[in-house]
């Protein structure tokens, strides 16, 4: 059983760049939650896809959107990158509750120069 | 304003001891509270999830506590190992979404 998985590992990008993260959940999954975590903190929550749609979000301007697929994978998207947006970009799955126990990717390291 | 604070950002404990963390938690009252333990460069991993009428969960050599009244939780790890060196998570949801404190890095000095 594969748990969640998220491509790619790594992406340096230009400021100013647009950016596509994916994630596929674990399977029997169906809620999707995006984080943000920068170097020496605690993940920062972004949002939150059930059932397509966007169920909940973070402190995040609207550069930030997503989009969850029939299959429960979603998407990621940032525009108009900034350096600041440079962290380590993580995908969590649960299950319906949404709020409880949280499966995680490895990751996506994103540098922006 | 709601602030989820972690007890120090790093902890050395020697091995064979017992390891504490702590969070609290002000200006809001989680029903529940999850562990997570973080390995560099990898994502959380789910340790313990506590609810509010619960005063203690345990699993293998974790303890975790919940004092709703002092709005923190505790987390033990006994009999440490060298192993269990990581970054640990405190996560109090809040209006149903997971808020990660920032962390404590455990170092198990063999």
């Known amino acids: 059983d594969a748990g969640v998985t998220q491509s790619p590992t790594h992406l340096i990008k230009t400021r100013g760049q647009q950016v596509t993260l994916r994630c596929s959940p674990k399977?029997?999954?169906?809620?999707v939650s995006w984080y943000q975590q920068a170097l020496g903190q605690g993940p920062q929550f972004i949002f939150q896809?059930?059932?397509?749609?966007?169920?909940q979000r973070g402190n995040f301007p609207d550069r930030f959107s997503g989009h969850q697929f029939p299959n429960y994978s979603s998407e990621l998207n940032v525009n108009a990158l900034l350096l600041g947006d440079s962290a380590l970009y993580l995908c969590?799955?649960?299950?319906?509750?949404?709020?409880?126990?949280?499966?995680f990717g490895p990751g996506t390291r994103l540098t922006v120069t | 304003s709601q602030k989820i604070e972690q007890n120090s950002e790093a902890l050395n404990i020697q091995e064979g001891k017992t390891a504490t963390l702590t969070c609290n938690y002000t200006?809001?009252?989680?029903?529940?509270l999850q562990w997570y333990r973080q390995d560099p460069g990898r994502g959380p991993v789910f340790l313990l999830l506590?609810?509010?009428?619960?005063k203690e969960k345990r699993k293998e050599r974790l303890k975790v506590t919940f004092d709703t009244t002092l709005k923190q939780s505790l987390f033990h790890i006994t009999a440490s190992q060298p192993a269990d060196s990581a970054t640990y998570l405190c996560?109090?949801?809040?209006?149903?979404?997971?808020?990660f404190g920032k962390g404590t890095r455990l170092h198990i000095l063999p």
């Open positions: 996560a109090p949801p809040r209006d149903d979404k997971i808020i």
């Open positions: 969590a799955s649960s299950g319906a509750s949404g709020a409880y126990e949280q499966y």
């Open positions: 506590i609810r509010e009428n619960e």
């Open positions: 200006n809001y009252s989680p029903a529940y």
């Open positions: 896809y059930y059932e397509e749609e966007e169920r």
């Open positions: 399977s029997g999954h169906d809620t």
